[in-house]
């Protein structure tokens, strides 16, 4: 089996590769890296280094059109290296009738809407397996317009692809040599660097989901096994999985953060205050409900197992820090 894979060296990629090795010991696996250090790094899962990166696009094709599955872990908003994916598996399925299997990731991001700060009971619980609810998500959401793409392309027939959206990733994996900061850290980092806060929208009782990185790193592998069960008669929307792990109220996070920021000296205050939207971007997001259930994977015998945000915290911090 060919496999070509994009953010081999992030922290979801990283995760995912010996799973992936394990599972598929004498698979062809090539990764795109920006860096020449990163080679030796794979190769010791196996994996094969080309040095480029997701804009150099024809690249992204051509490396694409020889694989049986593709794997994006890099970035939810890669568009034009998304459709270089698309058309690499457009060009092998018209040259050999081969439909390559296309994993690409997303985030619930896609469900964000008011920022309040409040939890609200009647605030929409997305679960997938209900596709009329991720089919109806508004076109001007973020990710939206890469989801479509890869949606349509699907539907077209020429490629079978799975995506798999996230809900706020932490965590180092416990399972991989390769661990890298999570964006949690590394957003939080900046705006307590810039402000000395860590921020709340209102009250901040409004629910986020979180999951551990080895978690989506195992909820990309069930996927990929099932995708290549031959069971899976699903199609468009129907290939969408939320991957979901702790329900938690975001002053929780926050203050769990604050707490820590301060005793490293980079907080001015233990506790987090209150900010807009307008006075912090990032409070659009972490000022909303986001509620997903992962019903897809877990009909597949999946559920997270990875130790909570609360305990994954220090070290988020810690490995955010070194990777400045």
């Known amino acids: 089996m060919q496999v070509f894979i994009l953010g081999a060296t992030g922290s979801i990629g990283g995760a995912l590769l010996p799973l992936l090795r394990q599972e598929y010991p004498s698979a062809d696996i090539t990764a ?12 010791k899962f196996g994996v094969k280094s080309v040095k480029g990166s997701a804009e150099k696009l024809e690249l992204v094709t051509e490396l694409s059109s020889k694989a049986d ?10 568009f034009d290296a998304v459709k270089a994916i698309l058309d690499g598996a457009k060009r092998r399925y018209e040259a050999t009738g081969k439909k ?5 990731i997303s985030g619930v991001a896609v469900t964000i809407s008011t920022p309040e700060g409040v939890f609200r009971e009647t ?3 997305y679960d997938d397996r209900d596709s009329a609810l991720t089919k109806g998500l508004p076109d001007s959401a973020p990710h939206r317009n890469v989801e479509n793409l890869v949606t349509e392309a699907d539907v077209a027939g020429y490629v079978a692809v799975y995506t798999l959206s996230p809900a706020t990733v932490y965590g180092a994996s416990k399972k991989s040599s390769i661990t890298r900061q999570t964006l949690l850290a ?6 307590v660097k810039q402000s000395k806060k860590v921020h709340i929208v209102g009250e901040g009782s409004n629910l986020l989901n979180f999951v551990h990185v080895d978690d989506v790193a195992s909820g990309y592998l069930t996927v990929i096994k099932h995708a290549f069960s031959g069971n899976d008669t699903e199609s468009g929307y129907g290939r969408y999985y939320w991957v979901g792990g702790e329900q938690v109220p975001w002053i929780k996070v926050a203050k769990a953060y604050a707490k820590e920021f ?5 907080a001015d205050s233990d506790e987090p205050v209150q900010a807009t939207p307008a006075e912090d971007p990032m409070m659009g997001f972490f000022g909303c409900n986001v509620r997903v259930v992962p019903g897809r994977l877990q009909d597949l015998g999946w559920s997270p197992v990875g130790s909570s945000i609360f305990d994954n915290v220090e070290n988020d911090i810690r490995m955010a820090l070194e990777a400045q």
Request: no cysteine; aromatic share 2%.
């Open 100 to 104: 390559s299997i296309f994993i690409n």
């Open 262 to 266: 301060h005793a490293k000296g980079i």
């Open 32 to 43: 795109l890296v920006r860096k020449d250090s990163d080679a030796p790094v794979l190769a």
């Open 123 to 125: 605030s929409q619980v």
């Open 186 to 191: 590394k957003v939080l980092l900046a705006t």
């Open 69 to 78: 599955l593709i794997i994006n872990t890099a970035d939810a908003d890669i």
